[in-house]
């Protein structure tokens, strides 16, 4: 009986053991992830903004041309 209580205690400290590995694995994994779209998003320059006012502005002006005419 001593043998067979010795070996269960050993076989659930390597459970534990790998759950919390598998935990703080997948943690790592989010972080990379996360820190991989911030760094993304952050790296685009900002003219993108004022591209895309510039575009509409343009639209605007050529829609009132066309209504002038």
Known sequence: MGREAIKFLKEN???GALE???IIGG???LAAI????VVNVASKP????NTYSNQYD???ADANKNLQK
């Open 13 to 15: 400290k390597a459970q």
């Open 20 to 22: 919390y590995l598998l």
């Open 27 to 29: 943690a790592i994994v």
């Open 34 to 37: 996360v820190i991989a779209i």
């Open 46 to 49: 900002k003219t993108d903004i």
């Open 58 to 60: 343009q639209t605007l």
